[in-house]
């Protein structure tokens, strides 16, 4: 989409009807006839973006099909799949990132796109607390945390890598992202006792504290 490019080459406020119009090669006034102002043509932005990205996950979600059953693997392979939509892993999903961020960003001062930003970020958690419900009962929701906290982690998650790859993606590529999503603990993906490990191995190095109060009364 024309729009797109020009967001991903100019940032979203620069987009305006007759940037958009020399991409596209129709005349201005045929945009105009569609899009009343540049709000309107950063909410139409927006909102196809959206829908586009709504439409892929459903696709994802429906060929993936029921979790039940399914190896423990499968199932958070299949779950990192779907949060991975979010990410800026290709052109496409990148394009859609820069506008996610572009447009939240004009929307913190302007109330007009307000109700967008919104959405959005309401989108963003129900894929998120959808991923996590599916498979619950099969343990990928990981312990000790609840759905509303897990829902929180990963999509700052999301979001964090979401900025860092469209700002700076010559340090947080795609690759990165996904192994980050995958190394962070995605769904399900606790650490398997690191800290414990780490703790029991110092504790093997160290005497007891009442040991080491023995040792010294001894010399």
Partial sequence: MALF???V???LQRASLRTVA???APNVGSLRHYFASQQDLMRFAMQSMLD????????HVEHAGGLEGRPRAEQLALAEGL???????DDQRRAEATLFLDFNTAARTNPALGDLSRQAAEGTRSLVRRVLDRPDASGVLRPGLGPDVETERLTALLDGLGQGGVLQPSIVDPRTCAEVLRASGGPGRARRGGGRRQMR?????RPPRA???TNVRMR
């Fill in 52 to 59: 586009r990205v709504g439409a892929r996950l459903l696709a």
């Fill in 211 to 213: 040991q080491r109060r």
């Fill in 9 to 11: 080459r100019e940032g």
């Fill in 83 to 89: 949060l991975a939509e979010l990410l800026p892993l």
């Fill in 22 to 24: 020399d991409e596209a």
């Fill in 5 to 7: 490019r020009v967001v």
């Fill in 201 to 205: 191995e110092r504790g093997a190095a």
